[in-house]
């Protein structure tokens, strides 16, 4: 059954990557937005307004599905040679950029409670870290180097 589903089980895993990682490249940048407007201002309130619906009606469901449709994938028999070493680093990094979803997760309840203290550039940084895991991750996947 899970091999004859496997191209569309496939499909339905790129599909919610593509929407995680999206929304995962975008908040960080709506936290160094919101690190310009001063507290309790109109815009301070509309950017904890898109930050609350950016994650919890995108970011979280894609996240949620990626993990569903790729540990089916897992379990599709001959998909995952565990002999080979890029499916060991492909895991790290998805563990590694769950672990920052949970992070930017913590960072919108700190914007919420107005009670950030992080600088603009903290943000800026953050920033990148999901894009090197992501391209670590395509290159597991694809190339399959070991
Ligand atoms: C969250 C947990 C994840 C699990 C358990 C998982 C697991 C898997 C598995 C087992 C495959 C099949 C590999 C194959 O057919 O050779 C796969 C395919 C793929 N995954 Fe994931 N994955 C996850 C997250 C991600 C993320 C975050 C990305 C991208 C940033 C990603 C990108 C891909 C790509 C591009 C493929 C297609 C490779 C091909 O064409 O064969 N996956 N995933």
Known sequence: MLIALYPWIKAFHLISVIAWMAATFYLPRLYVYHCQVPIGSAESERFKI???RLLKQIMTPAMIATWVFGLLLVLTPGVVLWS???WYVKLVSVL???GFHGA????????????N???EKFYRIANEVPTILMIIVVIMVIVKPF
């Open 96 to 98: 590694a950029l769950s």
């Open 117 to 119: 203290r992080r600088p």
């Open 84 to 86: 080979q070493g890029w």
């Open 104 to 115: 930017t997760s913590k960072w919108r309840k700190d914007f919420l409670n107005d009670r």
């Open 50 to 52: 898109m930050e609350r």
